[in-house]
């Protein structure tokens, strides 16, 4: 059983929860039987306009909140659900803490949200930087809606591609490139901010380790009472289960954070390892190891 399956089995009615951005793809749709609210940042005859001609757009369902700025908790008038599921969502947050905050207060006790996150290994995101626990603190002070210059500019500066695509998961990396246009990403980030409405890029970069260490280290500092299981990456992502601890159970001693956090470090050196391993595979290791400096 795969993880959606696994989901659908878990979400089963009676239980309600919330899909949050399932775009033309949705895991838990209505039509199926589940008890599902949709929510999406564009009603569904907008997803249909985005997505025509690209993608099969007989899956996306009438959406029931379009969200585009504001707490989500402030949709539901304090209504709480089983589950939410958010499937290559939270990489796009402004907020990742904030996004935290609401799914903690939306879910019942005993209540589970359910990830799909692209591990930066495996996508265009590959040279990114891994989010940090500092860089997520600073969106939450600043209480971002909207991404700022250089999360834009980063986003599209070093995008990058293996044979054409951008989600390649465990493909031979033959033909990558590794290098973008900074000139367009210049421009791109400057319309970005000076637009009204809210841009869309990833923001938040991750892989199984370093998603971990992220919340551990949120839980230390108080910021999250989310906890769970992280599956291994499949493909080009991976899943994680969580649910709101018990506040009695959200404090980490000192001694306990630094030993996980030594831990999930050294994971991240492995990943890391198995990132490198791949790309010294690849033709253009070679070539551009062996080919002179150009100044």
């Given at each position: 059983?795969?993880?959606?399956?696994?989901?659908r089995?878990?979400?089963?009615p009676?239980?309600?929860?919330?899909e949050?951005?399932?775009?033309y793809?949705p895991?838990?749709?209505?039509?199926?039987?589940?008890?599902?609210?949709?929510?999406?940042?564009a009603?569904?005859?907008?997803?249909?306009?985005?997505?025509?001609g690209?993608?099969?757009?007989?899956?996306?369902?009438?959406?029931?909140?379009?969200?585009?700025?504001?707490?989500?908790?402030?949709?539901?008038?304090?209504?709480?659900?089983?589950?939410?599921?958010?499937?290559?969502?939270?990489?796009?947050?402004?907020?990742?803490?904030?996004f935290?905050?609401?799914?903690?207060?939306?879910?019942?006790?005993?209540?589970?949200l359910?990830?799909?996150?692209?591990?930066?290994?495996?996508?265009?995101?590959?040279?990114?930087?891994?989010l940090e626990?500092g860089?997520?603190?600073?969106r939450?002070?600043?209480?971002?809606?909207?991404?700022d210059?250089?999360?834009?500019?980063?986003?599209?500066?070093?995008?990058?591609?293996?044979?054409?695509?951008?989600?390649?998961?465990?493909?031979?990396?033959?033909?990558?490139?590794l290098?973008?246009?900074?000139?367009?990403?210049?421009?791109?980030?400057?319309?970005?901010?000076a637009?009204?409405?809210?841009?869309?890029?990833?923001?938040?970069?991750?892989?199984?380790?370093?998603?971990?260490?992220?919340?551990?280290?949120?839980r230390?500092?108080?910021?999250?009472?989310?906890?769970?299981?992280?599956?291994?990456?499949?493909g080009?992502e991976?899943?994680?289960?969580?649910?709101?601890?018990?506040q009695?159970d959200?404090?980490?001693?000192?001694?306990?954070?630094?030993?996980?956090?030594?831990?999930?470090?050294?994971?991240?050196f492995?990943?890391?390892?198995?990132?490198?391993?791949?790309?010294?595979?690849?033709?253009?290791?070679?070539?551009?190891r062996?080919?002179?400096?150009?100044?």
């Amino acid at each position: 059983m795969n993880f959606r399956e696994q989901i659908r089995s878990l979400a089963a009615p009676p239980k309600r929860g919330i899909e949050i951005g399932p775009s033309y793809r949705p895991i838990l749709p209505k039509r199926d039987g589940f008890d599902t609210v949709i929510i999406d940042h564009a009603s569904a005859d907008d997803l249909k306009a985005k997505y025509e001609g690209r993608e099969d757009v007989s899956g996306v369902e009438d959406v029931d909140v379009v969200w585009r700025s504001g707490a989500l908790e402030d949709q539901f008038g304090g209504e709480r659900f089983d589950w939410i599921v958010a499937s290559h969502v939270i990489e796009h947050v402004p907020d990742i803490i904030g996004f935290l905050h609401s799914c903690e207060r939306l879910l019942n006790e005993d209540g589970k949200l359910f990830l799909a996150i692209p591990d930066k290994r495996r996508t265009f995101d590959f040279v990114k930087p891994h989010l940090e626990v500092g860089t997520a603190m600073q969106r939450h002070r600043e209480q971002r809606s909207r991404h700022d210059f250089a999360t834009v500019f980063t986003a599209y500066n070093d995008h990058i591609l293996v044979d054409g695509r951008g989600d390649f998961g465990v493909l031979p990396i033959n033909q990558i490139q590794l290098a973008a246009d900074p000139h367009k990403a210049r421009n791109v980030a400057e319309e970005a901010i000076a637009r009204a409405e809210y841009f869309d890029c990833h923001a938040n970069y991750l892989t199984p380790a370093s998603f971990l260490l992220l919340l551990l280290e949120l839980r230390m500092l108080g910021l999250t009472r989310m906890a769970g299981d992280v599956l291994p990456t499949v493909g080009c992502e991976f899943y994680a289960t969580l649910s709101p601890l018990p506040q009695r159970d959200v404090a980490v001693s000192l001694n306990d954070y630094q030993e996980e956090k030594t831990r999930l470090r050294l994971q991240m050196f492995e990943e890391l390892d198995d990132q490198l391993a791949r790309l010294k595979a690849s033709p253009a290791w070679e070539h551009y190891r062996r080919q002179p400096r150009q100044n």
